[in-house]
């Protein structure tokens, strides 16, 4: 099956400027994530979708963060405007049910 | 919410050696553990996965075991290859909400 596809792979932006990450899932697969992972660190969980809707989005910064799934297939990630903090690998993810989760090869950001 | 600590941080073994890596969880209703394995510039990748009413479980070499009243649970990984070096991460999951460890960056030397 194909696996979790995402874009860009890379991207380098100025602070304060936007930028949007596009994941596409697993056909089938009903729950998408978002993760955050810095540099040295485990995956940090940004927002969870189940088919459109959301289920967890406790840690997303929302202030600057938000995320769309509008069609319950694939998802957009946005970051307006965006900090040096920021700076980090985004993963997305899918899963069906309670198992494992397939992972993307993520989105690194650089803001400068 | 779940809490998982994961150790050691940075592991070295040589080749042929085995390679262990302990992790806790703080949630009892925990009840799906899973290893990913990352390598360099990817998303970390599924190895071998554990639910709660299984002790322990064997693929090849690696291995997973499972302890649900000390809340803890080990990967190990014998006959250690080079290509066995990246970064690993426990995660502890109830109803499709997963935490992870913070990750293990193993290197075995040839």
């Known amino acids: 099956e194909a696996g979790v596809a995402q874009s860009p792979r890379y991207k380098i932006i100025e602070k304060r400027q936007s930028v949007a990450f596009w994941c596409n899932p697993i056909s089938g697969h009903a729950t998408l994530y978002w993760y955050q992972q810095i540099l040295g660190q485990g995956p940090k969980l940004l927002i969870q979708?189940?088919?459109?809707?959301?289920?967890?989005d406790s840690q997303l910064p929302k202030d600057r963060f938000s995320a769309e799934r509008l069609k319950g297939v694939d998802s957009t990630l946005k970051i307006q405007p965006a900090k040096l903090e920021d700076s980090a690998v985004y993963l997305c993810a899918s899963s069906h049910r309670n198992s494992g989760y397939t992972f993307g090869s993520g989105t690194r950001l650089t803001v400068v | 919410g779940e809490n998982v600590e994961q150790h050691p941080s940075t592991l070295s073994v040589q080749e042929g050696d085995s390679a262990v890596i302990k992790c806790t969880y703080s949630?009892?209703?925990?009840?799906?553990f899973p290893w990913y394995k990352q390598e360099l510039g990817k998303g970390p990748q599924l190895i071998i996965d554990?639910?709660?009413?299984?002790g322990e479980k064997k693929d090849q070499r690696i291995a997973v075991t499972l302890n649900k009243t000390a809340k803890h649970f080990s990967l190990h990984i014998t006959e250690t290859q080079p290509e066995d070096s990246a970064v690993y991460f426990c995660?502890?999951?109830?109803?499709?909400?997963?935490?992870f460890g913070a990750g293990t960056r193993l290197t075995v030397k040839p």
């Open positions: 995660a502890a999951s109830v109803d499709n909400d997963m935490r």
């Open positions: 949630d009892s209703a925990s009840n799906y």
């Open positions: 979708f189940q088919n459109n809707g959301v289920v967890d």
């Open positions: 554990i639910r709660s009413n299984v």
